[in-house]
């Protein structure tokens, strides 16, 4: 501030007015001998640069790459891409599929409550059943059950991975991936549920685990599972991974419509019964969708009604600790008027401390917060063409530089 005081000063005293306002900082600008000015560029060192380019967000990386050769050279470096990618402020994005037979779509930036017009590699179908951990994302043909593939939707590089033993052949399979922050390498999980011949109560469920170092499938466990099957919905949390299985019929004497089972990756145990892990979840649901939120696995679901299970009446969201369910929140009655009303399944994806609800019908993106326990809507979501039958689905991942499959 005293150097931009005694500026104005000696502008007032040589022009014999006073110089205030925008017209007198532009004139003042105008008479400064540009053979004195100085760019900042060259003035600041490498690591005070680094720490100004980190406050961009991740879309404007790129084209600051463009600038210059030091600049492209500070971002691309992998000190850079590793401070920046774990940078606190950093927040998850929500991939929006805005069409039903085309895969693309809008990605939401909730630090700068920004749309993206966005393409991701590898997919085809927005059916496609979709895992993401750290910056990296799994695609997996739901039709075929084949066509495996990781990438970082950000830096657009893929791999195709070889499938898991008999994928195609399952009824129902379940998808998770977890990224090792430390090494990157990642482990991918794949559950495949298949109805036993003539006999619709009983289903074989198999967990099939790759690793990224050794490049290979290992099929961990295969266990008969009676009156339960396994269906889309998994994680990997803390090295353990986490299935929600669906009932077949009545079990146990009353209509449980949803359970949870587990296996814990470090073992790779197959002499373990997964039914010895049924956790069942906090109350009847209409649906249930599972995600990784800091290692703790988190569950949204659809809350049924008591002489109707398969009517929504609201939405809640629980965390598990040990194996009690804790309920977190539950979505205010203004947010699901006219959200999720009259659905009984919804999109919900989450990563970090943050939580994404849309329905199937609409591009309405309502988000919530965890550290807050705050319920907010995102800026509305750009999409030029609605169709009487489009659905509208997405899911969550983080945004990052470094990683790579």
Not at 377 to 404: A, D, H, I, N
Request: net charge neutral; charged share 25%.
């Amino acid at each position: 501030m005293d150097g931009e005081t005694s500026w104005v000063s000696h502008y007032s005293d040589n022009r014999g007015r006073e110089a205030t306002g925008v017209e007198s900082f532009s004139e003042l600008n105008d008479e400064i001998d540009k053979e004195h000015l100085v760019s900042i560029d060259v003035v600041l060192p490498d690591d005070l640069l680094e720490r100004i380019l980190a406050y961009l967000p991740v879309a404007s990386i790129f084209r600051v790459g463009s600038v210059c050769k030091r600049w492209n050279e500070l971002v691309n470096a992998r000190k850079f891409l590793w401070n920046f990618s774990n940078d606190l402020s950093q927040k998850p994005w929500y991939f929006m599929f805005t069409s039903s037979d085309d895969p693309g779509g809008y990605a939401y930036d909730p630090i700068l409550r920004k749309w993206y017009s966005f393409e991701l590699p590898c997919i085809k179908a927005p059916n496609w059943i979709i895992a993401s951990s750290c910056g990296l994302v799994c695609f997996m043909d739901n039709s075929s059950r084949s066509q495996l593939y990781v990438c970082n939707p950000i830096t657009k590089e893929w791999k195709r991975l070889e499938d898991p033993p008999g994928l195609k052949f399952s009824d129902y399979s379940a998808l998770a991936i977890s990224v090792d922050r430390a090494s990157r390498g990642y482990t991918i999980a794949v559950a495949k549920s298949k109805q036993v011949p003539n006999d619709f109560r009983q289903w074989d469920l198999s967990i099939h685990i790759y690793d990224s170092e050794s490049k290979s499938w290992v099929t961990s466990i295969t266990e008969v599972l009676t009156g339960w099957r396994g269906g889309d919905e998994s994680i990997i949390c803390d090295g353990v991974f986490y299935c929600l299985i669906y009932s077949t019929g009545v079990v146990g004497g009353s209509e449980n419509r949803h359970g949870l089972i587990m296996y814990d990756l470090s073992t790779r145990s197959s002499r373990v019964s997964l039914m010895q892990t049924y956790i069942p979840v906090p109350c009847s649901l209409t649906c249930g969708r599972l995600m990784n939120l800091k290692d703790k696995p988190v569950m949204v679901g659809g809350l049924g009604k008591q002489d109707r299970p398969d009517i929504i009446k609201g939405i809640g969201i629980w965390v598990l600790e040990t194996k009690e369910w804790r309920e977190v929140s539950r979505m205010p009655q203004k947010y699901f008027q006219g959200f999720g009303e009259f659905d009984d399944v919804f999109a919900s994806s989450g990563t970090d401390d943050l939580i994404y609800i849309q329905s199937y019908g609409a591009p309405a993106l309502l988000v919530f917060y965890m550290n807050r326990k705050q319920w907010k809507w995102s800026q509305k979501c750009p999409v030029t063409k609605r169709f009487p039958l489009q659905l509208f689905t997405g899911f969550s991942f983080e945004p990052r530089l470094e990683v790579s499959p």
